[in-house]
């Protein structure tokens, strides 16, 4: 409630997303600042002109001791593909700093050798023969979460339980898509697209949440299960990410399906 009524961003804004001609619209502007948190050697590699290279779980001591946040108009955090980048961007958000972005498929969306080994790679079409397209329907309200910081503020909560999630690297918080087609049921499967994706096929058992709208107290957020993996899958895996950092800040055990629905059914979507 102290995030819904503090900008409630997870259910109005996210994801908050840049494209790529708008960084380099503003390559010599000062209020822009990009941070790179691949490793240092995909770094060296290549990377946005003046960008900063800032390992993930440093990104809460960048922001309060490095820099001065408010002297930027958009800082943007670049990854790989835009997945990992959009779960910390999400992070930086409910912490406070609301002039963060991701950039969109991050450097696959900058170089097409990038894309090629990255996006390429996972766009694939195997399991698009196995899909549902009837409605599963939503749960009744379960028990929440228990919340163990110590702390009595919903602020004091808040940032405590951030920081304690950046000790933990983003891929313990991802999910490949064998596991899921395997194992279906091992899952409480939220699938965060509107009704026309959804009913286009989704993965066996899963139950359709309608993005900035659901995930709320006075909607459809305690229908989640406190006791089972929520594993979320929107298109591509960026905006789920938004959405497992949201969670786990909240106390479930929340994980995205790596690259989301062009994972195993490509050939049915169209991106624009």
């Known amino acids: 409630k102290h995030l819904e009524s503090n900008g409630n961003f997870i259910n109005t804004m996210a994801p908050a997303l840049i494209v790529a001609d708008k960084i380099k619209e503003n390559l010599k502007n000062p209020k822009y600042l990009v941070l790179d948190i691949r490793s240092e050697s995909w770094f060296e590699y290549g990377h946005i002109k003046n960008a ?124 490949k898509v064998d596991s899921v087609f395997n194992n279906p049921k091992d899952f409480h499967i939220v699938n965060y697209v509107n009704e026309e994706k959804y009913n286009l096929g989704h993965i066996e058992g899963s139950i359709r949440y309608q993005p900035k709208a659901s995930l709320s107290s006075t909607a459809s957020l305690y229908t989640l299960p406190a006791n089972k993996q929520v594993l979320v899958s929107c298109m591509t895996g960026q905006s789920a990410a938004y959405i497992v950092a949201y969670l786990n800040v909240l106390g479930y055990n929340a994980a995205n399906l790596a690259y989301g629905a062009i994972s195993y059914m490509n050939k049915t979507l169209i991106y624009k």
């Open 52 to 175: 900063k290279n800032v390992k993930a779980a440093t990104l809460i001591n960048y922001f309060e001791n490095e820099i001065d946040p408010s002297n930027y108009d958009k800082i943007t955090v670049v990854c790989y593909s835009g997945q990992s980048a959009a779960y910390y961007t999400s992070l930086l958000r409910l912490y406070g700093y609301d002039n963060v972005f991701t950039l969109k498929w991050g450097m696959s969306s900058w170089a097409e050798e990038f894309a090629t080994n990255v996006w390429m790679k996972n766009s694939k079409n195997t399991y698009a023969d196995r899909l549902e397209t009837t409605s599963n329907t939503m749960p009744d309200l379960q028990e929440l979460p228990a919340l163990n910081t110590g702390k009595t503020t919903a602020e004091k909560i808040l940032k405590a339980r951030i920081k304690k999630i950046l000790t933990k690297p983003y891929k313990e918080f991802i999910v």
